[in-house]
């Protein structure tokens, strides 16, 4: 179980699942119990789980924490639909997913069936939402189109693994002139949207469990945001959700 505090607290985040016995039921209950600073804003945490398929035993521990934290602190527990995968998706297992979560006594702030103020809330009504904060990064520069081809991509690997380093992009487009730019869109060769990764230094988080964990920027390479074919990949979809609902803290 880890958490992640959006709002940079320097605080613990602490949860006991304690046992104990009911009599009455003959049978084994849980009480929990949390507690941290969310660092002066209010508590709003998320349940994003994907229609796929039926909830898990899984899904539903992690729903249950963040309900208890956000309950436990006077917060807002959202309930997000994350149905970017159309094929695997149906309203069928959404449904089933709510009805379960009804039926664990879980009970939602914001969602699809009640609505709230930041939403829509499921990820298939957002891509018009996507696609705006995509096109803002490539204006400030941050991002920048990739016009590799697959075979490229994977020459690229095949480079890495042979150097046993990690397999991150080495294409020429992040330093690609404007005119080269204007040459592959005036051709109508297809491209992808990938984020501008700084190649020093480290990314940080303060994780309320685990403490503050890092990475080398020069390990994870400049990813993809949008695919070729323009749709959001899941991990830009999740950050857009999370910094516009005002989302305080990932329990997952």
């Not at 039921?25 to 796929?52: K, N």
Request: include cysteine.
């Amino acid at each position: 179980m880890a958490a992640s505090n959006f709002m940079g607290s320097s605080s613990r985040l602490r949860i006991g699942l304690l046992p104990s016995v009911t009599p009455r039921l003959g049978r084994r209950a849980l009480a929990a119990r949390a507690s941290a600073d969310s660092g002066g804003g209010p508590v709003r945490v998320r349940f994003a789980p994907s229609p796929t398929g039926n909830l898990h035993v899984g899904g539903a521990r992690t729903a249950l924490f963040n309900y208890l934290f956000a309950r436990s602190r006077g917060g807002k527990f959202v309930l997000r639909v994350e149905d970017t995968d159309l094929e695997r998706s149906t309203k069928k297992s959404e449904e089933a997913v709510l009805s379960d979560l009804s039926w664990l006594g879980l009970d939602w702030d914001e969602g699809p069936d009640i609505g709230g103020d930041f939403g829509p809330y499921r990820q298939s009504e957002r891509n018009a939402l996507y696609k705006e904060h995509a096109q803002k990064l490539m204006e400030s520069g941050a991002v920048y189109r990739c016009f590799c081809s697959n075979e490229e991509l994977e020459k690229m690997k095949e480079t890495a693994n042979r150097m046993k380093i990690p397999p991150v992009y080495m294409g020429k487009w992040a330093t690609a002139s404007d005119a080269e730019v204007q040459q592959e869109l005036e051709k109508g060769t297809p491209y992808t949207y990938r984020f501008r990764v700084p190649k020093d230094g480290s990314l940080k988080i303060n994780d309320l469990i685990r403490g503050e964990v890092s990475w080398n920027l020069n390990t994870l390479g400049d990813f993809v945001i949008m695919r070729s074919n323009g749709q959001p990949v899941y991990n830009f979809c999740v950050t857009v959700d999370d910094a516009t609902m005002r989302i305080s803290h990932v329990i997952r």
